[in-house]
């Protein structure tokens, strides 16, 4: 039996994501990934202006008159969501944590599958993968999906991205479009983002607070690792101390891009400290211009 204050957040989340599929994001989806691929449909007469490219001479020679091959875009894709839920997800210094909004996040790119006849699928993972459903089409699934997404409770709290990479590509054979979401502290990982790449449409979506990356000036605070349970005492009134933290979180940062960069991830940086929309609108755009 789901708790009744799931089911509502449940509702909430599809009235929200469904007015922004409807408002924005659903042409943005539809000219990005729909188009990306032809599929054979029948043979027609050769008329003036056609491509002579698509002339199918094993037809023409048979009936004496040219004829030309008749394609279609292909209209099914899957998406795969692959989804970090380690302990670290649930961080945030502001209205939301990392976790609530990669539930979002899913959803409004979920609908936007759905509403293009697309397939969903789900992978939930830690420092193993821990939930896997296989996609589908429809509401019914997309609504799963989410309600796996807000109910799920992690047996682990570490992070393996490499791990999940490596089930998803046991299990999703057919090229896909994959939304891989995480804050990536992870142990490495660059192989497997690398054989991934290669075989599906891999897109990173990278969330961030900005507690994470500058330290505020409070006094003595102690810091946990939500992964590992360590504990440090920090005095921030150092400025010393302020600037090593937030020179060490910027060149992490670099590096992590620098890699999604080399092994031809596109990356959505999202954080907590504003609205998730813009860069999605931002990242659809970007790719709509690069496929022209």
């Known amino acids: 039996m789901i708790p009744k204050e799931i089911l509502r957040k449940i509702r909430r989340i599809e009235i929200k994501t469904k007015s922004l599929v409807d408002s924005i994001l659903s042409g943005e989806y539809h000219s990005v990934f729909k188009g990306r691929g032809m599929e054979f449909s029948e043979v027609r007469s050769y008329t003036d202006g056609d491509d002579i490219r698509n002339v199918d001479w094993n037809v023409t020679a048979r009936y004496g008159e040219p004829y030309v091959k008749k394609h279609v875009e292909e209209r099914e894709l899957t998406v795969m969501f692959v989804v970090d839920a380690s302990a670290s997800g649930n961080f945030g210094s502001l209205d939301k944590l990392k976790g609530e909004i990669a539930v979002e996040l899913c959803a409004l790119l979920a609908f936007s599958a759905i509403k293009n006849n697309d397939r969903v699928g789900l992978i939930i993972f830690s420092s193993e993968v821990e939930r896997y459903i ?159």
């Open 134 to 292: 296989p996609p589908k089409k429809g509401k019914k699934n997309v609504l799963r999906v989410i309600r796996e997404l807000l109910y799920f409770k992690p047996e682990k709290k570490g992070t393996d991205i490499a791990q999940a990479l490596s089930f998803l590509n046991k299990v999703q054979k057919r090229k896909s479009v994959v939304f891989l979401v995480s804050d990536f502290i992870s142990p490495s990982f660059e192989k497997s983002l690398r054989v991934t790449s290669s075989h599906h449409d891999l897109i990173a979506i990278t969330l961030s607070d900005p507690r994470e990356e500058k330290l505020p000036r409070v006094g003595l605070i102690e810091l946990e690792d939500a992964e590992t349970g360590d504990i440090v005492v920090v005095d921030t009134n150092n400025p010393r101390i302020r600037e090593t933290f937030e020179k060490e979180n910027k060149r992490k940062r670099q590096e992590l891009a620098e890699l999604l960069k080399s092994t031809g991830v596109d990356e959505i940086p999202v954080s907590t400290e504003s609205d998730y929309v813009e860069p999605l609108v931002s990242f659809f755009r970007k790719r709509e211009k690069m496929h022209r």
